[in-house]
């Protein structure tokens, strides 16, 4: 019989996953656009009023009579109104920006783990609570100020230029200090971002550890340090001071860096100077840069903090988990030189008929539920999976379901639970189901169970995935130790249903118990069965 060749169907996720990975930086919004361009206008405002001040001030001194004080008195409260506004409308426009990038960044961070497996829960809570915020804030945290500042350098640099201020070198002395020290912040600026991180990621995944093992906080040892004890945030704090220092450190410098030109400035001035109201303005900008300039020392460490995220996120810590189209097999399935990979387990070799119940027992940990979910995918494998003699590539082939060992309980309802992906199942098939496995009791289907809702039982759990699985019309379904915790009625029980289930179906069950109603065709003991092969390379037939 010819077999239609197994078609990864990955394609379509791959496209949204390379449209995840550009809105993970997110489209520039107007709001973004608007928060620079008010920045902008706040940053000139801010600077004309310290130009046309310093020049205010000189002149007073020596203006002839008939001297107009209230024109450059109302341009400069006007401009002072104009940067207060400018401002406030800045930072609203900047934190809606945010918000709405924020929500794209960690719907995009979703995108891209679907068809994954995650290696790291803690890394993966790590980018959606930080660095998509980080990415989101990239326009209020650095693009704007830096921007602003660059913009105000050169204005500064030009009208100092053509209005001939006196002292104007010393405004290119001051770019020059300014970028230095820019340069060096952010050189140390990375490391102390990277380090900080670290600490981070470590106390998210001290905070697991501890809160899971809280059933275990009664026994009080001292010598589990972290099981019992509260995780230390000392680590993430010094982290953050060392950050917050070297910001501190830059503007320190910086201040002694202007100090010392303000110095130079009176020192190289001519008594000639004192008579120009224009010489004024160099000196003024100088010991007021500190005020318009400091800022962007902590906008360079964002900067860092952002390239960090960017590149963490695009790392991206998981491996793919392919979808590999449903395929049912209708002569059978053979493993070959068969494990999960990384689990260093023995290899095994198995031949499923592609209808009928096949039992799988063998000692605690001799790797029952890492075969079954290497055979739906759920672990990369090594050796041959072969359908219907065509061997299938890693993935996980549609309609294989696999019940877990520990139940998934979704926090919802019960009617969420049975039908998770909203396929339309209707109520009636629903209390069937649930009457089969035993849980008729479970009368209300709108009834939330799991996080914040009724908890069930153990055996409860175990029944209610078996029943959705069942609902959801497997091609083939693996169950991982399903009489775990049950009664001995509930177990009978819940045999007769496996038996069932596998009349139009290939069933593969893990269990160290085996009901006196479950019939299955075969049963491998992974105690006996257990080979090592030597394989060629797999190869995929058409
Ligand atoms: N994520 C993992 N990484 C590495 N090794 C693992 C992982 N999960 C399980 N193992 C190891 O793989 C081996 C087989 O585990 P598995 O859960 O498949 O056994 P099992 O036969 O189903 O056990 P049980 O009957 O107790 O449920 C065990 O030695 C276990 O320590």
């Known amino acids: 019989m010819k077999s239609k060749p197994l078609q990864p169907a990955v394609s379509a996720q791959g496209i949204a996953t390379s449209k995840a990975s550009s809105s993970l930086t997110g489209q520039t919004s107007m709001a973004a656009y608007g928060a620079l361009g008010l920045a902008l206008l706040h940053g000139i405002a801010g600077l004309s009023i310290l130009i046309i001040s310093s020049w205010f001030i000189a002149i007073s001194a020596i203006a002839p009579l008939g001297f107009n004080y209230v024109i450059p008195a109302v341009v400069i409260r006007g401009l002072a109104l104009l940067r207060i506004a400018s401002g406030y409308t800045t930072m609203w426009l900047g934190h809606k920006d945010l918000l709405t990038r924020i929500a794209k960044a960690r719907l995009a961070v979703f995108e891209q783990l679907a068809a994954k497996r995650l290696e790291s829960k803690a890394w993966t809570v790590e980018a959606l609570a930080n660095h998509t915020e980080q ?23 030009l009208t100092g230029y053509f209005i001939n201020v006196p002292g104007y070198g010393f405004f290119i002395a001051l770019a020059i ?25 470590e106390f998210r995944q001290q905070s697991a550890t501890f809160f899971q093992a809280s059933s275990l906080w009664h026994l009080k040892s001292k010598t589990v340090k972290g099981l019992f004890n509260a995780p230390s945030t000392q680590r993430v704090q010094d982290a953050q001071l060392k950050e917050q220092a070297l910001v501190s450190k830059a503007m320190w410098l910086f201040q002694g860096g202007v100090f010392t030109l303000v110095a130079l ?8 100077a004192y008579f120009v109201p224009l010489a004024l303005i160099t ?41 590999l189209n449903a395929h049912k097999p209708s002569m059978s399935l053979s493993l070959t030189g068969f494990i999960a990979k990384e689990r260093n387990l023995p290899a095994v070799n198995m031949q499923f008929e592609a209808l009928g119940l096949n039992v799988i027992k063998g000692y605690s940990g001799c790797g029952k539920s890492s075969v079954l979910q290497a055979i739906c995918g759920l672990l990369p494998f090594e050796g041959r999976r072969s359908i219907d ?39 009636d098939a629903m209390h069937n189901v649930l009457a089969r496995v035993g849980l008729q009791h479970l009368t209300t289907l709108a009834e939330w169970v799991g996080k914040g809702g009724r908890a069930l039982s153990g055996g409860e759990g175990k029944r209610l995935a078996l ?37 139009s179906r290939l069933v593969i069950v893990a269990t160290h118990v085996v009901p006196a109603a479950l019939q299955s065709n075969t049963t491998f003991s992974l105690d006996e069965k257990v080979i090592r092969v030597n394989l060629p390379p797999v190869f995929i037939l058409n």
Do not use: C
């Open 283 to 323: 000196p003024m900008v100088l010991l007021a840069a500190p005020d318009w300039a400091s800022a962007t020392f902590s906008s360079v460490v964002k900067l860092a903090k952002w390239r960090h995220s960017k590149a963490e996120l695009h790392a991206m810590h998981t491996q793919p988990l392919p979808l």
């Open 265 to 272: 400035v009176v020192l190289t001035a001519n008594t000639a």
């Open 135 to 157: 990415l989101a804030s990239a326009f209020i945290a650095w693009v704007s100020p830096l921007a602003s500042f660059m913009l105000l350098m050169t204005g500064l640099l």
């Open 467 to 503: 029943a959705r699985a069942l609902l959801a019309m497997p091609d083939v379904l693996l169950i991982d130790e399903p009489f775990e915790g049950l009664d001995y009625e509930a177990q009978q029980r819940v045999a007769e249903v496996i038996n069932e289930s596998a009349h």
């Open 177 to 201: 200090v300014w970028l230095v020290i820019s340069v060096v912040t952010a050189v140390y600026g990375l490391k102390a971002v990277a380090s900080s991180a670290e600490a981070e990621l």
């Open 389 to 427: 003699n065509v061997a299938t590539p890693q993935g996980m082939l549609e309609k294989w379901i696999y019940v877990e060992q520990q139940p998934i309980i979704l926090a919802g309802t019960i009617k969420l639970n049975l039908d998770p992906a909203a396929s339309g199942i209707s109520e």
